[in-house]
């Protein structure tokens, strides 16, 4: 059974870092690509960046380049989202998946999903 299993999320001052962790088994994701999305409360869920999982192409949202780094070890079938300099606005649950298709940023194209771990950074 595939799974999405996230973590690392916590409460952390405006300015400091995070790095979010992905953990995928159950499923051969050797050719999907991986994302990270996120949802703040009473807000639609929004991409936040995406990795080719083999390519190593990576692309981030306009909000997040720049401080949010995407990377994947596919040997550990591991994918990271290291946050840095973090502001209140990325407060938020957020989400691991994976698509088949390169590139799509619509939460509707992904095929699988985590559970979500949340983020919040106070001011």
């Known amino acids: 059974q595939a799974q999405l299993v996230e973590s690392g999320g916590g409460l952390v001052q405006a300015g400091d870092s995070l790095r979010l962790s992905c953990a995928a088994s159950g499923h051969s994701f050797g050719t999907y690509a991986m994302a990270w999305f996120r949802q703040a409360s009473g807000k639609e869920r929004e991409f936040v960046a995406a990795a080719n999982w083999r390519g190593g192409s990576t692309y981030l949202a306009d909000s997040v380049k720049g401080r949010f780094t995407i990377s994947r070890d596919s040997a550990n079938n591991m994918v990271y989202l290291q946050m840095n300099s973090l502001k209140p606005e990325d407060t938020a649950v957020y989400y691991c998946?994976?698509?088949?298709?390169?590139?799509?940023?619509?939460?509707?194209?992904?095929?699988?999903w985590g559970q979500g771990t949340q983020v919040t950074v106070s001011s």
């Open positions: 998946a994976a698509a088949r298709a390169w590139l799509v940023v619509d939460s509707s194209d992904y095929n699988y």
